[in-house]
């Protein structure tokens, strides 16, 4: 059973730093792209950052050299560190895993963030 279970969100002033974390079991990091997409209220779910299990990773431009995403593949986590942050990084971001390949893809819970003085 593929489980991604996010945590680290939170209220934080522009300007400040915030890390998520994504636990992930069920899943081999060989073969799945972990992602973090974000959704923020009235507008469309958009993709943050991935990373493919080559380690090839992809940013949104809005968040191109403030994020940075990563994994520890001895303990299944992806990272999401986030700095420079701006009010419109308010979202609920979520934590995925696709294997595109076959056509398999999961969610997390999502975990909110609050940029906000």
């Known amino acids: 059973q593929v489980q991604l279970v996010e945590s680290g969100g939170g209220l934080v002033q522009p300007g400040g730093s915030l890390r998520l974390s994504c636990a992930a079991s069920?899943?081999?990091?060989?073969?799945?792209?972990m992602g973090w997409y974000r959704q923020a209220p009235g507008s469309q779910r958009e993709l943050v950052a991935r990373?493919?299990?080559?380690?090839?990773?992809n940013y949104a431009d809005s968040v191109k050299g403030r994020f940075t995403i990563s994994r520890d593949i001895a303990k299944n986590m992806v990272y999401l560190q986030m700095s420079s942050l701006k009010p419109e990084d308010t979202a609920v971001y979520y934590c995925?895993?696709?294997?595109?390949?076959?056509?398999?893809?999961?969610w997390g819970q999502g975990t909110q963030v609050t940029v906000s003085s």
């Open positions: 995925t895993a696709d294997w595109r390949t076959v056509g398999r893809n999961y």
């Open positions: 990373v493919t299990g080559g380690g090839i990773t």
């Open positions: 069920g899943i081999s990091f060989s073969v799945y792209a």
